[in-house]
């Protein structure tokens, strides 16, 4: 016995070893989720305004277009429970928040990210914002979420050939990619991978998102829901109910929060197959209008709050 | 908890050692350790269907001795109180929902307008498995072929030990109770096999299975919009998927099974390298081929009454072990196929002709030997359309659209890696046929250094290749 445990033991180290060299060298690799991570432990106390949520605002909001100090904190597949948690972290820094900006996709109150295909990315929310909110081992770990040959790639990219990983601008905006996709068909395969069967998540969602809006009154700041422009076949093919479910819980969050506001752009005709990355992602030239249009709209609600500030 | 997860790879080393380390000194604490782990193995899917679970084994347990020790009169009563119990649990669980839409469609059809009433039950997972370990163990005891086990514990590690719980390999009462009872010394070579079965298994399965699941779901869900080329790459592709994901899962089980001194039933003997569809059967998922051989089969008069009682008791076995896979039509349809491809070599008394593997110590099998294999391969490959369609709508759609002009044109979807992974699979299966499992001796006369460079070499595959998660097939069974 004792015997079979030592060579067990014996045969196993080196691939410990490995995997332990390995998952040092996969953390010392930039990504977007620790540099925002940092970016927040060092400058949540001068943001101003602070984009949450999925890929709808990664992709879609560029701060560079936006006044005053404002930080995209983003990510892909980010589900409306980290957005929470990020903003729970951060409750305390954040000292000058005015705008919290929080899209309410299609999907947003009906999918969380442990669920999800793309769970894997749990482990970036655990390792690099430190946020323990799961109970797999996996998600501790950089060599157990992926296989060993996306890791391996981004072992070889790094390291051998001194490619920078990181996927963001310095304000937290995805960088553009670089393939193209097919806009018509992908919306339409957007549209089906996002109508969810079950709705067991619905009022839990609810809940954080009220959870949200509470954090943001506390500090007096306006919170901006907005569901992202999507090409005509994205939104078209959308399953009605869970579209209308989404929109009459926004707008009983708008009419119960005095410090909420919608803006629903899913339709808006501005938008052409030229600023659209895929079916509902935009793309850089789409990411500029939407976040001009959405400068405006803070801009105005400035103007509106000083106005009110002084009286008139 | 799933064989190819984290957590097992937690459980496993800690049951382990506290089997050997802590109650190794009684046989009577292992078996205890061992029925709490299954108990807790279980209780991770979900903890409410475990009170079936032991509902399940007490009944066995009670009926098993009140039909030993009763009279003749009284030992019919309790073999019928299991059998109806058992089957009724299945019934409701399983083919309830199937009935009763099945009674309302028929009653559509003759003009009475009617809704089905439906169950909303989950699957108790493993209960077609465990159903039957509990119903092997009362038929043998009503035959008279052995004795009812009186001690609760070893007979409920018999019917929940946590490597066979949820996907088999049935059991049978003669083969798994003997050793349960008895005193279990550590075996070095028996541990070291296990881990290796293990290893392979977990390639088959996280390597082959789940890559060509990948391919063979994009093809399955979308059979109209592909060519005929395609589709065939679609049906070999889950053809390789249900053996490595089945297979794989077996080896695990009887790898860890090993670990802990017990010998599991084989359940898979190189399948695809059988030479006709007889030969198939006694390779693939042999311990429910059995089951069905031992407890439907021979009762009903086996091959001893001619060629149309061999005729059909073949369709009666086929179409049950179809009906046992699931409450769907196209289940009954694979097993009303099988049955089909099974008559030629009924009708010819050949059945039997194909005992040995091919080719026994020889390198390369004849041509009619490759020609014989080929051919079966692709009737199987048939009939796991049928299988994996979702009705019969859909396997009709699949099969219609192979047999168009497309079929000979370059497939639409060409994965060349898991292709190459799949033929290096097969290759290394081909050589280690003769074997339990296909790399239980790879160089084991050579130097330690190339054993374990082989052995990190699949360790390594594993994590490299490791496809998209899926869940175990037969857990849905």
Redesign the interface.
């Known amino acids: 016995?004792k015997?079979?445990l030592k060579?067990?033991g014996l045969?196993l180290l080196?691939?410990l070893l490995l995997g332990l060299i390995a998952e040092v060298l996969l953390r010392r690799i930039p990504n977007e989720y620790a540099y925002k991570s940092e970016y927040l432990d060092k400058h949540a106390d001068s943001v101003n305004i602070l984009f949450l949520g999925s890929s709808h605002s990664y992709l879609g909001i560029n701060p560079e277009f936006i006044h005053g100090n404002s930080f995209n904190a983003a990510a892909s597949s980010q589900s409306i429970d980290y957005d929470l948690r990020i903003l729970q972290k951060y409750d305390s820094k954040l000292k000058n928040l005015k705008y919290l900006v929080v899209p309410v996709s299609y999907f947003t109150l009906f999918t969380d990210l442990s669920e999800a295909p793309e769970s894997w990315r749990v482990k970036f929310y655990t390792i690099y914002y430190g946020i323990h909110s799961s109970s797999?081992?996996?998600d501790y770990t950089e060599m157990?979420c992926g296989?060993?040959?996306l890791n391996?790639k981004r072992l070889i990219r790094y390291y051998a050939l001194k490619r920078n990983l990181l996927e963001c601008n310095s304000l937290g905006w995805a960088l553009p990619f670089h393939e193209k996709k097919d806009v018509p068909s992908s919306g339409v395969e957007a549209a089906r991978k996002q109508t969810v069967a079950g709705r067991h998540l619905f009022s839990k969602h609810q809940e954080i998102l009220s959870s949200i809006i509470s954090i943001a009154a506390k500090h007096h700041a306006t919170v901006i829901l907005f569901t992202a422009p999507g090409y005509k076949t994205y939104y078209n093919n959308l399953d009605t109910n869970q579209l209308n479910t989404t929109l009459k819980t926004v707008e009983t969050m708008v009419m119960n929060h005095p410090n909420v506001q919608y803006y629903n752009l899913l339709r808006d005709s501005s938008f052409t197959e030229e600023d659209f990355y895929d079916g509902d992602h935009l793309n850089q030239f789409g990411a500029r209008k939407f976040s001009m249009k959405l400068d405006t709209l803070i801009q105005h609600l400035e103007e509106k709050k000083t106005l009110a500030a002084k009286g008139l | 908890m799933l064989f190819n997860s984290?957590?097992f790879a937690?459980f496993l080393p800690v049951v382990f050692v506290l089997y050997?380390?802590v109650t190794n000194k009684s046989l009577k604490l292992q078996n205890l350790l061992l029925l709490l782990a299954s108990y807790f193995f279980y209780a991770c899917w979900d903890y409410r269907f475990l009170f079936l679970l032991i509902f399940s084994t007490f009944l066995d347990y009670f009926t098993g001795i009140r039909m030993f020790d009763a009279k003749p009169g009284m030992k019919r009563f309790w073999f019928w109180l299991s059998v109806v119990v058992n089957l009724g649990f299945l019934g409701v669980f399983k083919y309830f929902n199937f009935f009763s839409t099945s009674f309302a469609e028929a009653l559509n059809l003759v003009g009475f307008k009617t809704n089905p009433v439906l169950l909303n039950v989950v699957l108790p997972v493993g209960i077609s498995f465990y159903t039957f370990h509990g119903l092997s163990y009362v038929i043998d005891i009503y035959n008279n072929k052995i004795q009812p086990e009186r001690n609760f514990v070893t007979y409920s590690v018999f019917v929940s030990f946590f490597p066979l719980l949820v996907a088999g390999p049935i059991e049978r009462a003669t083969h798994l109770l003997p050793q349960i009872k008895k005193e279990r010394v550590?075996n070095?070579a028996q541990?070291?096999d296990g881990?290796k079965q293990i290893i392979w298994g977990l390639f088959k399965k996280v390597v082959i299975a789940d890559n060509c699941a990948y391919y063979a779901n994009m093809i399955f869900n979308d059979a109209g919009a592909h060519t005929g080329s395609t589709l065939v790459l679609g049906a070999v592709f889950f053809t390789f998927q249900i053996y490595c994901d089945f297979s794989g899962y077996s080896d695990i089980a009887l790898g860890t099974a090993r670990l802990f001194g017990i010998e599991l039933l084989r359940n898979f003997a190189f399948p695809y390298f059988s030479r006709d569809i007889a030969e198939f059967w006694r390779r693939w998922h042999i311990s429910l081929s059995s089951w069905f051989r031992d407890y439907l089969y021979i009762p009903l008069g086996g091959s001893k009454g001619g060629t149309w009682m061999k005729i059909r008791n073949t369709f009666i076995i086929f179409l049950v072990s179809g009906f046992w896979h699931g409450a769907n039509w196209t289940f009954i349809v694979w097993g009303g196929l099988n049955a089909l491809f099974m008559m030629p070599l009924i009708v010819s008394d050949s059945n039997r002709k194909n005992l040995e593997i091919v080719a026994q110590g020889k390198l390369f099998p004849t041509f009619r030997e490759l020609i014989s294999m080929l051919l079966t391969f692709s009737l199987t490959t048939l009939c796991w359309i049928v299988f994996r369609a979702e009705d019969m709508g859909h396997a009709w759609t699949f099969i219609s659209g192979i047999f168009t002009p497309s079929l000979f044109t370059v497939p639409t979807i060409l994965p060349v890696k898991i292709l190459v992974l799949t033929a290096i699979f097969m290759v290394i299966e081909w050589v280690g046929r003769e074997q339990q499992y296909a790399i239980a001796n790879v160089g084991i006369t050579m130097p330690r250094a190339v054993r374990?460079g082989f052995?990190?070499a699949v360790?390594?595959a594993i994590?490299?290749?490791?496809g998209t998660d899926q869940q175990f097939i037969y857990f849905q069974f």
């Open positions: 016995m015997q079979f060579k067990v045969f080196p691939l797999r081992f996996n157990l296989s060993l040959e391996t | 984290l957590n937690i050997w380390f550590f070095y541990a070291v881990l374990w052995y990190y360790i390594l994590f490299y290749f490791v």
